[in-house]
Structure formats: C-alpha cells, structure tokens
C-alpha cells in the first residue's frame, strides 16, 4: 500500500506548473484538490477536485482546507501563495516549511540584502530612494543601474537606466508592480548577461548544496527589462562557489533558523566576488526538480510534497545523495520566446517532445492566445520552457540545435513569432 493512499491534499494555484505535482501526488496515492481565481486554469483537469476560490484570500482558503478535511497544503511557485499556505498550515495545525518572517527575508529583497550584510555574504551595492526624488539622493547614484519592485518576481517591472530620466520613469513603473510600494534601486552589474542561481535543499536544519547553475539573461526590450532565457547545470564557477561562499552562506542559513524546504538565491559572477541580489523560499521557475531527479536521483518537488503531508523532507541518505556537480554530466533548461502576436500554429513541439534528452516541456501559450505589449521583457513573453540533459555542454549545444530547428510558431499573418535571441553556442562559454 502506497505512505500516503487516500490523503488529501490542497494545491493553491492551478497554472501549468502544476500539473507536474497533481501528477506527481497521484503517483504517491494521494487525493489532489486545487484551487485557482482561474476557472479555466490548466491543472484544474488533472485534479481529482477543483475549485475557483481565489488563492491570495487566506480566510477563504483557510475554509476551504477545513471544508475538504485536508491533511495538507502545497504551494511552490508563487511568493504570494506561500503567506496563504503558512497562514492556513499554521491555523490547521500542519506542516509548512516556513515561518512568515523567513518568507519576508526571502521575498522582500531589502530584507534579504539586509540579511546578507549581517553575515557578511556579499552583494549588490544598494541606492537610498523614494518618490520624492530627493536630490541628495538622485546625485549619490552611479549608473548604470537596475531598478525593481522589492516584493515581485517574474521579472516584472524591472528596467535598467543609464540616466535621471530613465530612472525617475522606471522608478514609477516599478512602484506600479509592488504590492507594499517600495522600490529597489542598486548597482547594475553589467557581465554580458551572465549570472548564476544557487539552491539549497534544507533538512531539519542542515543546508545541503543542490545545484548552481549558470543563467543567460537576455534583454528582450532595448535594455528596459531582462528575463532568464537559459540556466546551464552545473554551472562553471560551481567549485569556486563551494569553495568560497558556501560554508558562509550555509552559517546564514542555520543562524537564521531555516529548517526545512528549498530555496534559490541568485548572485553575479564578478572576478573579485560573487556578489547576491535575490532570493526565493520556494522552487524556482526554472522547474531545475527534473534536472537534478535524472541525474542524480533528487527530486525537490517530490520532497515538499512529501513534506506537507509528513513534516519531513527525505531520509539522511537521500540528502546525501545530493550532488551539486550532477555526477559529471549536464542539463540546460531554456525558454522559447515569442514576439508579440496571436498564436495561430504551432508546429514541431510534440516531435520535440519525443526525444530522449528531453526531460520536460512546460508550455504556457496555445494556439489562439496572445502576446501582448505588456508580456514583452517578462515571463509572460515565454512560450514555453524546455529542460534538456546532455553527456556534457557540447553534447548540449546540439541537442539545443536541433529543438530549435524544430519549433516554429506561426502568428495570425504567417509570420514566425519564435524569437531566437538565445544563442546555444553560449552554453560552452
């Protein structure tokens, strides 16, 4: 008999993401019921139950939870669906990984900056600004900088400036997307695009490195936004991170209670430093879960499902396992981007999705949706996001290649939408 036959479970939220962990529980015997604003929202068809309760109000979740007698809460992907998970958990009695003040350090990014600087982990220089423009202030500011709402992912309302002008508009933009209305302005590190994102995996209250991975951020609008167009395991710098960051950065972890769950942190590569900007207390968009399960047998998702409904993560010997070095080989998990447009046709994707270094396709747009003007430079301007394993980087290369060579995405006039600003070539830099 499968641990967890016939245990309830509750998943706040509905998108796409999800149907990896509806099906994923169902593996393990357990009865999925989620919850999505959406009524159309994707996963709702794979859930043994459904419903349009909005996930942001915690008293009506909170209700719902009780209604349906779950023996747990899942959340993952969105910073705003964590408080509603620790609110509901925490009323019910059930486990949840974090406490809300360890979710404010991951999800505000002055808090975790401020976190960062009390242990002495570098990153990014920070400016003093607020709508009133204090001159003092704007003449303190070295450009070029980047500019971002404290409190939203996704890469949304985030533009760089090289000047007042730009800022003082990109800073209204920002605000604009910040549900506590506070904007971040900091040194704008220019490193050809390249960045690197760590994730820890944290069992009763040890850290254990999971993976870092080199990140390609394009600038898809004119250095006004930038979105991730691939992240490449492991990354390059890996044992340098180990062997300089990581022991500080575990004490942080530990000294600031971090018990259990995962969480990413990403960072810029400079000569002199790695240098922290963000953090998230979740999984990470980049679904890297898939990634680290093939090649080394550690599954995340897998673990805070198991969490929610047990309180623990995995067994001493399955941490052990975790390999931050994926056991000589590697994975590429990259975007296909779209021009703005309606989706009219969409050839070669199932061709793709036949083949065997093809871990995993997460599609978000079908045929007769559109991209608006307010997708471009966020994730809203991804078609999909492709995860790929390989004997090496070069092996990579082609195999990234070949998908391309595939994929076409048709607009209403015939034209190909598939913006190929990523360049497969760059996974061996």
């Known amino acids: ?50 419903y349009d309760v909005n996930t942001v ?82 003449d303190q500011i070295e450009y070029p900088v980047i500019v971002k709402p404290v409190d939203n992912g996704g890469s949304r ?74 992240a490449i395991y492991p990354a390059s710098i890996t044992q340098r991170y180990k062997d300089t960051l990581d022991e500080k950065v575990r004490k942080m972890l530990i000294e600031m209670g971090f018990r259990n769950g995962q969480l990413f942190m990403e960072a810029i590569p400079a000569e002199d430093e790695i240098y922290f900007y963000e953090m998230g207390y979740r999984l990470s968009g980049g679904i890297t879960y898939h990634i680290t399960d093939s090649l080394t047998g550690i599954n995340g998702m897998r673990m805070l499902i198991n969490f929610a409904l047990s309180g623990e993560m995995c067994d001493q010997e399955t941490a052990e396992r975790i390999d931050p070095f994926m056991q000589g080989k590697a994975a590429c998990s990259f975007a296909i981007l779209m021009k703005q447009g309606t989706v009219t046709k969409i050839n070669g ?29 966020n994730v809203g301007q991804m078609f999909a996001r492709i995860t790929t394993i390989g004997k090496n980087r070069e092996d990579l290369v082609q195999v990234i290649h070949q998908i391309e060579e595939r994929i076409c995405i048709l607009d209403e006039n015939g034209e190909d939408m598939f913006l190929r600003a990523f360049d497969p070539n760059t996974v061996l830099e």
């Open 349 to 377: 994707l199932e061709e793709v999705r036949q083949s065997p270094n093809v871990l995993d396709i997460t599609q978000y747009y079908k045929e007769g949706m559109t991209v608006e003007p307010r997708d471009v430079g």
């Open 1 to 50: 008999m499968k641990k967890y036959e016939n245990k309830r479970l509750l998943i706040i939220g509905a998108t796409s993401y999800f149907i990896d962990v509806i099906q994923e529980a169902k593996k393990m015997g357990i009865y999925t019921i989620c919850t999505d604003y959406n009524p159309n929202a994707i996963a709702k068809k794979y859930a043994d139950k459904s």
């Open 57 to 138: 109000d915690h008293e009506a979740i909170l209700q719902l939870a009780k209604d349906e007698k779950v023996d747990g809460v899942f959340v993952a992907w969105s910073d705003a669906n964590l408080y509603t998970a620790q609110y509901v958990c925490e009323k019910l009695g059930m486990p949840f990984y974090a406490t809300k003040d360890q979710l404010d350090c991951a999800v505000n990014k002055d808090y975790f900056k401020q976190m960062c600087r009390n242990y002495n982990v570098p990153c990014t220089k920070q400016y003093q600004l607020d709508e009133s423009f204090k001159r003092e202030d704007l």
């Open 157 to 230: 309302g985030i533009t760089v400036c090289n000047c007042e002008e730009e800022l003082k508009e990109a800073f209204t933009k920002a605000l604009s997307y910040s549900k506590r209305k506070n904007v971040i302005v900091e040194q704008f590190m220019e490193n050809q695009g390249k960045t690197i994102s760590v994730k820890y995996l944290i069992r009763d209250g040890v850290p254990y490195l999971l993976s870092v991975g080199d990140r390609r951020v394009l600038d898809a609008h004119d250095g006004k936004a930038l979105i991730t167009s691939a």
